[in-house]
Every structure is written in C-alpha cells, then in structure tokens.
C-alpha cells in the first residue's frame, strides 16, 4: 500500500492505494497555523488513521509547497513559511519511524498526471499548476526530472517571452523581479491584468462568464490570457519538447484554452509542426494526493 499526503495551507490531506491506483481510503485534517510542530504531528496522526482504517501499512510519500535545498538539506521556497529552514523530512521520519520521500506539490501533480492520469503511457510530460501561482514538474519515463538545484519545473518565475511594449515591465512577482510567467499566467494576475485594462475588478469564474455571454472585453481578455500562455508554453516545448502537457489548477477550467493556445504556438515554437498535445488534467485536486502516494513507484512494496 502507497499512502499519500499534501500538504496545504489550509488543509492536509491524505490518499492510500492500492497496487495499480485503486483507492483504498481518504481523509483531510485542517492545517496547524504556523505551527511547525503541530504540522509534523498532524501528518503522522493521519498517516496511522489510513493505516488503521485500512489494515495495512504503506510507504508515505509527501507533496509539498516548496522543495528540501540540496545545500543544506532543509525546506526552501514554501509559502507554507514555518517549513523554510527545517528538516522536515527527517522530523517526519522520526515521527514516524520509517523512510518518507517528499517532492514538490506541482512535481506531485506531474508524476500523477505521467503514472495514471491525462498523460499516461507518454514518455516526457511537462504537469502544469496554473492557480494562486504557477509551476510545474517533469516527468521522464514514469520519473520525476530530480536535478542539482531542486527547481526542475519552476518554469513560472521565467520573464514571459516576446513581450510586447505593452506589457512591460510587467507585474510584480512574489519573487521580487517583474514580468514572471507567473504574474501573468496565475489566476490573480489574469484578475490583475483585466482590471487594469477594463478598470473593473472581476474574478476569473466572472469574467469567463462574461466572455460565455458575448462580452468583448472579456472575450478578449481569454484572447490575451491565450496567447500569454502560449508563447511562455513555447519555451518549453523548445526546450524539452515534452510529448504531452498537462493542465491543473483553477485556470485549467477554461475550456477555451484547450483550442486557443495550441492554435498560437507553432507562431512561437523552433518546429515546422507541433505534436505535443495539451490537456486537462484526469484527476482534478486529487492529483497532489496521488502523486505524493506515486513517489513510491510501482516495482517498491
């Protein structure tokens, strides 16, 4: 049995499956509010509730928002921020006394997207979170893309490319510089941008009903969003030409999308065609949860 956690900022949540994927039982406590403590023994008490709800043990895997530094060996990049700077893989191995394995939330997403989900069966997929933020993890032959630095997939806080006059400098990004992918591919810099140019705050559910509805601004608005996304996909596709690109998070749920970038990449991509296919994600929030279980690959008990 493979148990899986995710680790939000409101709520963890926990997955047990079977050999194969099939689920064999589910739980979610809140998060612990900055309480670092309170954070590791949550995940435990969790962990042994599937455990004793189910009647087996399990290896654990753990989706977080952030990465384990391979300078020091502790969390960096969390916005969860009592995990920046503690060793919290090995205070979850001590807790619960065994060998835990913990990835980033979007390398989770990938891996369970790339193991049994939209982009089963290819051998390169590029799993892509578009919501509060933007990242991404890859996935190579059934396994995670692990390199020296820890940020294989933080393709978000790249300068969105071929930027026109307009568009700069460009929003301001968490990470402190201007013009992230991430500023403007997130569900809120979508928001950011659309009131700046219509000097109307709507959210994102509003304004793809107004474009549903005939709206011209907000119809434009997806037009911008679309080709934004398609010239910041285009990097990547010139750079590892993924087989298959996987859409998760809030603006995944924007079925135009689907058709609007793949009609304006081959504009940006090194390639006289473009085979890769973009797609929606299989499943939805669970996809942290059951990538987190897959860091365990099938050929461990």
């Not at 895997?61 to 960096?76: D, N, Q, R």
């Not at 001590?94 to 089963?120: K, P, Q, Y």
Request: net charge negative.
């Amino acid at each position: 049995m493979r148990i899986g956690i995710d680790l939000g900022g409101t709520k963890i949540e926990g997955i047990a499956l079977a050999p194969g994927g099939r689920e064999l039982a589910r739980k979610r406590v809140p998060t612990p509010a900055s309480q670092y403590g309170k954070t590791v023994e949550a995940i435990r008490d969790l962990v042994l509730a599937l455990e004793s709800e189910t009647g087996e043990t399990g290896t654990v895997g753990i989706g977080i928002p952030g990465a384990i530094s391979p300078a020091t060996g502790l969390i960096k990049n969390a916005n969860s921020t009592c995990l920046n700077g503690m060793p919290f893989d090995k205070d979850l191995e001590a807790a619960l006394a065994r060998e835990v394995r913990l990835a980033n939330d979007a390398d989770c997403f990938a891996l369970s997207e790339a193991t049994d989900g939209a982009g089963a069966g290819a051998p390169t997929v590029f799993g892509v979170i578009l919501g509060t933020g933007v990242g991404a993890g890859i996935v190579v032959n059934g396994h995670l893309l692990q390199a020296p630095n820890a940020i294989a997939g933080e393709w978000g806080h790249n300068p969105l490319p071929w930027v026109l006059p307009d568009e700069l400098p460009g929003g301001r990004c968490y990470c402190g510089k201007d013009g992230c992918i991430e500023s403007w591919n997130s569900g809120p810099g979508f928001e950011a941008e659309y009131e700046r140019e219509e000097k109307e705050k709507l959210t994102t559910h509003e304004i793809v009903a107004a474009a549903q509805a005939g709206s011209r601004p907000a119809r434009a608005a997806l037009r911008r969003y679309a080709d934004r996304l398609a010239r910041a996909l285009s990097h990547v596709i010139n750079l590892i030409d993924p087989h298959v690109i996987v859409l998760g998070g809030g603006m995944s749920n924007i079925d135009a999308i689907y058709d609007e970038v793949p009609a304006r990449w081959g504009a940006y991509v090194f390639s006289d065609c473009v085979d890769t296919r973009l797609v929606r994600n299989m499943h939805g929030d669970s996809s942290g949860v059951r990538g987190a279980a897959w860091l365990w690959p099938e050929a461990q008990p």
